[in-house]
């Protein structure tokens, strides 16, 4: 049989490194976009935005103010009693992760990072309760007795203490970064798109600590990264 020469596809159902070959469980990205945004959304973000984040923070417990720089924030404020020591309490006595608190955690994932998305000014259509919208986030369903170790959350917070000292400054260059994009969104309605990835990345990479340290749904270390 004649070697072709060519690779083989992979068989159906495995998964594809996505670029930048981390391939890390959780997934985010957000769509460029690429049009003219609103100007008048953009000049009175910060007062618009001002309901939707008082929906969330009774959703998470009071956090959501912590929110602003990066997804992951807020899992050190007062949604932590929500998102993490339940989960964390079911995997060191029972080794589970229950599928209903999985979906809940997901949901609540997704739409609060429509809201941190909305706010820094990379979509002017106002965050969904429930629509994907431009804001794309993923993570799997983990299986707990094989790919979780049943005493390891109680020090992943601690382990990712370089991963906090790190975004501390991105954070801040991502602040930055919105302010920069504010002014030439109204001067010239559109994003750069420099700047919007720079910013989309610091915001990933929050959330792939938040999945590992807080939603505990993957025992991978996060990779020091802004790609995909």
């Known amino acids: 049989m004649e070697d072709s020469g060519q690779i083989p596809a992979p068989p159906p159902g495995d998964a594809v490194p996505p670029s930048g070959g981390h391939d890390y469980p959780l997934t985010f990205s957000v769509d460029y976009p690429d049009r003219n945004l609103d100007r008048l959304s953009t000049a009175f973000r910060i007062f618009w935005i001002i309901p939707i984040a008082i929906l969330a923070a009774t959703l998470e417990g009071g956090s959501f103010g912590a929110n602003a720089g990066g997804s992951g924030v ?51 259509r106002y ?11 993923n993570f799997p369903y983990p299986n707990a007795d094989n790919e979780l170790n049943r005493g390891l959350p109680l020090v992943k917070w601690l382990l990712a203490i370089p991963h906090y000292i790190v975004l501390f400054f991105l954070t801040i260059g991502a602040v930055l970064a919105a302010i920069g994009a504010w002014f030439a969104i109204l001067f010239t309605g559109r994003y750069p798109r420099s700047l919007f990835d720079f910013i989309e990345g610091v915001i990933r990479w929050h959330n792939r600590v938040a999945a590992y340290a807080f939603l505990l749904i993957t025992d991978r270390y996060p990779p020091f990264s802004l790609q995909r």
């Not at 006595?93 to 739409?111: A, C, I």
């Not at 965050?127 to 986030?137: G, I």
């Open 74 to 124: 807020r899992y050190a404020g007062g949604g932590i009693g929500i998102l993490f020591i339940p989960v964390l309490l079911m995997l060191l006595f029972r080794k589970k992760y229950p599928r209903w608190w999985y979906d809940w955690n997901l949901q609540l994932t997704r739409f609060s990072n429509r809201i941190a998305v909305y706010f820094a000014l990379m979509d002017d």
């Open 127 to 137: 965050p969904s309760t429930d629509e994907e919208q431009a804001v794309h986030v």
